[in-house]
């Protein structure tokens, strides 16, 4: 289990990490989000002992990381799969870091196995593409076979297999009752993969809970509507209080609609004789909660594109 109390960080007269206060718990993935620039990367450095808090705790199993004497065997991090020497071979890599860490030989080949990369032991790492060395990152957090693992943006540069392969290891890890604490911008991978969120803006906590919970508490329920009379479906829903807009599809148009239930939808339909192709529930989305609860906390917005 991961537990961060009170962790605070600051670089000069900047404070990156302010009072932050969480837990992350074994036997689900827990995703963690923020803007960039919230202090995500300052917070996982601190929990690994890389960088020393200003103020606040942050422990591993109810111990700093630094009290860990072989820490790989306690936790497994990919922070950064290009801080690696590239004129090593993957093998020669894994197999120092388990001299050092204390870890049998033999998990060096396997691990290698587990990541798809056997066939590429022997390759320096510098011709590795960028979703290879993520490969090679996650062999490296593997290698002790930690209970707790720590994942920033690990599905950069992944071909679509990839992506596929890392959620559903993910999920095994999960299951086998480790503590996984993922940091990701990607959010459809967030919802398929992570039971949990910690989010945080300008170093402070905004969000911990359920990925549904705070997917429901950004966005309103709603609906989509498929008519080929979306002009005047939407005067009859905007003059009933919905709040509509349009959403652009082939063949009929389609309309995002708000404030108004389905049956509400379908009746109004029905009662002026309007078409509808396609009358759906719209689920809430963890996308439009992120940017709605974490608005004040962007440093750098763009305008909407025109």
Known sequence: MIEVNELTKTYGGRTAVAQLSFTVRPGQVTGFLGPNGAGKTSTLRMILGLDTPSGGTATVGGVPFRSH??????????????????????????AALARSNGIPRRRVEEVLQEV???????????????????????????????????FDEPINGM????????RHLFRRLAAEGRTVFLS?????????TADHLVVIGQGRLIAAESVRSFAARGTRPGAVVGTPRAAELTGLLTAAGAVVEPEGSAGAERLVVTGLPTDRIGALALEHRIVLHELTTRSA????????????????QAGRPR
């Not at 990607?186 to 919802?191: D, I, V």
Request: aromatic share 4%.
């Open 69 to 94: 004497r072989r820490g790989l065997r306690h936790v497994g991090a990919l922070l950064d799969a290009g801080q690696v020497h590239g004129g090593r071979s993957a093998a020669a890599h894994l």
């Open 116 to 150: 798809g990369l056997s066939e590429a032991a022997r390759r320096r790492i510098g011709g590795f593409s960028l979703g290879m060395k993520q490969r090679l990152g996650v062999a490296t957090a593997l290698l002790g076979d930690p209970p707790v693992l720590m």
């Open 159 to 166: 071909d679509p297999e990839g992506v596929l392969w890392m």
């Open 285 to 300: 989305s963890l996308e439009e909660a992120f940017m709605e609860l974490t608005a004040d906390s962007v440093d750098h």
């Open 184 to 192: 990701s911008h990607l959010m459809t991978e967030m919802e398929r």
